[in-house]
């Protein structure tokens, strides 16, 4: 079965500061991976998407992850933190098979101070 | 494009009541819609997953008969919350595709259930 496990339920960075949420996953076939952005009481916006192309995605609002199968990983990454950066992230896998279904991970919110 | 709405974006309603929650794709038709239940800081757990024209597909443990779901068209469907409780009380999310395989899903803004 394929499942995604967020390392981290809270991430603290300062302003300016490298931002990393981990993502890893299980699946038994190719993967196709996404990562979520939640802002408080909103529905969810996709930051970015893996699916079988390049392995460095990049989204929008500066953010970037690398697919790396080795590691079954799928980290997201923002070089410069921004206050407007915090939020709960979700990693999430498509499930194959059916319906066009996502698995998401436990999230992981990114607190950013100044 | 791809905007996907709510209704209501917040509901209070008393116990033993139903609630109904509705979900439109606004700029695309939906072949697909699913619908989560996220409560106070965890994840999205997927409720059911419908196919416009067709019954929906309930995950296990998910009852049936108390969250209805109906997709009657391709840009809406709607979640009923039946003889509600405050257990219920949940922020309920619906999102939409237009297609199958991996395509991205387009995510309502939620409704909050407060059930009294």
């Known amino acids: 079965a394929q499942s995604v496990t967020q390392l981290g339920s809270h991430v603290s960075v300062s302003e300016g500061a490298l931002v990393l949420l981990r993502c890893n996953y299980s699946?038994?076939?190719?993967?196709?991976l996404f990562w979520y952005v939640q802002y408080p009481n909103q529905g969810l916006q996709l930051l970015l998407k893996?699916?079988?192309?390049?392995?460095l995605v990049k989204g929008i609002n500066g953010f970037e992850a690398e697919f790396k199968k080795s590691e079954t990983s799928f980290h997201l990454t923002k070089p410069s933190a921004h206050m407007s950066d915090a939020a709960e992230y979700f990693c999430?896998?498509?499930?194959?098979?059916?319906?066009?279904?996502?698995?998401f991970g436990a999230g992981t919110r990114l607190a950013v101070h100044p | 494009g791809a905007v996907v709405s709510q209704h209501p974006s917040w509901v209070i309603c008393k116990s033993g009541t139903s609630v109904k929650i509705e979900c439109r794709s606004l700029?695309?038709?939906?072949?697909?819609m699913f619908w989560y239940r996220q409560f106070p800081k965890q994840s999205l757990m997927l409720m059911a997953t419908?196919?416009?024209?067709?019954?929906?597909?309930?995950e296990q443990g998910v009852e049936k008969d108390k969250f209805l779901i109906n997709h009657a068209s391709l840009t809406l469907s709607t979640l009923t919350v039946t003889s509600a409780h405050p257990e219920d009380s949940s922020f309920y999310i619906c999102?939409?595709?237009?297609?199958?395989?991996?395509?991205?899903?387009?995510f309502g803004p939620g409704t909050r259930l407060t059930v009294l």
């Open positions: 999102s939409a595709s237009a297609g199958g395989g991996p395509r991205e899903q387009f």
């Open positions: 699946s038994s076939v190719p993967p196709y």
């Open positions: 893996y699916t079988s192309a390049a392995t």
């Open positions: 999430a896998v498509y499930v194959s098979g059916g319906y066009n279904k996502l698995i």
């Open positions: 700029d695309f038709q939906a072949t697909t």
């Open positions: 419908s196919n416009e024209g067709s019954k929906a597909t309930y």
